[in-house]
Every structure is written in structure tokens, then in C-alpha cells.
């Protein structure tokens, strides 16, 4: 069977998925990542982790939307739980990046997104991406078109 490689920015390879499985190819490590059926218990994961970070970042979250495949009822997709979180202040954010990453995330900055905060959780077995915006920014119905198109 022939493959067909698409290389992208950071220099990973996306090969064709098998059945249910896309294989990302990086230079220096191999990451295979397997879609799933959709399961009810990932907008309680969400409702959790949402929680947890509430309890941080307070009265500077606005609002909050679960986005992604994992978001999608009846689709395949990949099990990580992605966060769109709406905030007030982005510096306000900042100040906190040390209580999240004993939460376990990893903070990007913006990971190539101008104004968004990101943040990864997992290391190479992630389990959820945190995206955070200040209010009024475009990127924000952006993300959440993700989930209803």
C-alpha cells in the first residue's frame, strides 16, 4: 500500500489513517494516535477539568466551551478533551501558568496563534488541550465553529 505524506510547520508528517488510526511521524519520536467511538463520559471530563480551572483562575474566566472531535456526538475521534476558555485578562493568566503546570499542563504561550494562551496536559499520551483567549478576540467563534460544522 502506497503512503502518502503531508509535512507540516513543525515538521511532523501525517500519514493516511488505517481503520481508526492516524500515525504523526516526528523526526526524533513516533506518536500514534488512536480515534476512538465517541464516548458520553468526555463532557464530564470536560465539566471536571472545567471545574478544576475555575478554581484557579476565578472571576477572570468569562466562559467556557468544550471544542474538538470529542465534542461531536456520533463521530470518531481522537480522546483528547479540548478547552476553549474565554478570560478577561491573558496577563492574568500568566500569573498562573506555575499552579496549572501542577495540574499537569504544559504552557505553549500562544503555539502559534496570536492572543491565545495554550496549553497542553499528558506529555506525549495527551489527554487535553487547554485554548485561552481574551474576550472579544475572532479566534474564539473560530474555535467553537469546530464543533458545529
Given at each position: 500500500?502506497?503512503?502518502?505524506?503531508?509535512?507540516?510547520?513543525?515538521?511532523?508528517?501525517?500519514?493516511?489513517?488505517?481503520?481508526?488510526?492516524?500515525?504523526?511521524?516526528?523526526?526524533?519520536?513516533?506518536?500514534?494516535?488512536?480515534?476512538?467511538?465517541?464516548?458520553?463520559?468526555?463532557?464530564?471530563?470536560?465539566?471536571?477539568?472545567?471545574?478544576?480551572?475555575?478554581?484557579?483562575?476565578?472571576?477572570?474566566?468569562?466562559?467556557?466551551?468544550?471544542?474538538?472531535?470529542?465534542?461531536?456526538?456520533?463521530?470518531?475521534?481522537k480522546p483528547v478533551?479540548?478547552?476553549?476558555?474565554?478570560?478577561?485578562?491573558?496577563?492574568?493568566?500568566?500569573?498562573?501558568?506555575?499552579?496549572?503546570?501542577?495540574?499537569?499542563?504544559?504552557?505553549?504561550?500562544?503555539?502559534?496563534?496570536?492572543?491565545?494562551?495554550?496549553?497542553q496536559k499528558g506529555?506525549?499520551?495527551?489527554?487535553?488541550?487547554?485554548?485561552?483567549?481574551?474576550?472579544?478576540?475572532?479566534?474564539?467563534?473560530?474555535?467553537?465553529?469546530?464543533?458545529?460544522?
Amino acid at each position: 500500500m502506497k503512503r502518502t505524506n503531508i509535512t507540516f510547520k513543525r515538521r511532523l508528517s501525517l500519514q493516511p489513517p488505517f481503520e481508526s488510526q492516524l500515525v504523526l511521524r516526528d523526526v526524533k519520536k513516533m506518536r500514534i494516535i488512536e480515534l476512538e467511538e465517541h464516548n458520553e463520559k468526555w463532557s464530564k471530563v470536560f465539566d471536571n477539568e472545567v471545574g478544576v480551572i475555575k478554581a484557579i483562575l476565578k472571576e477572570n474566566i468569562v466562559a467556557a466551551s468544550h471544542i474538538g472531535s470529542t465534542a461531536i456526538l456520533g463521530i470518531r475521534a481522537k480522546p483528547v478533551i479540548d478547552i476553549l476558555l474565554e478570560a478577561r485578562s491573558l496577563n492574568e493568566v500568566d500569573k498562573h501558568n506555575k499552579v496549572l503546570e501542577e495540574l499537569g499542563y504544559e504552557a505553549k504561550g500562544e503555539y502559534g496563534i496570536k492572543g491565545r494562551r495554550f496549553f497542553q496536559k499528558g506529555k506525549n499520551e495527551r489527554t487535553h488541550h487547554l485554548h485561552i483567549f481574551e474576550s472579544g478576540n475572532p479566534e474564539i467563534e473560530r474555535h467553537r465553529l469546530y464543533k458545529t460544522t
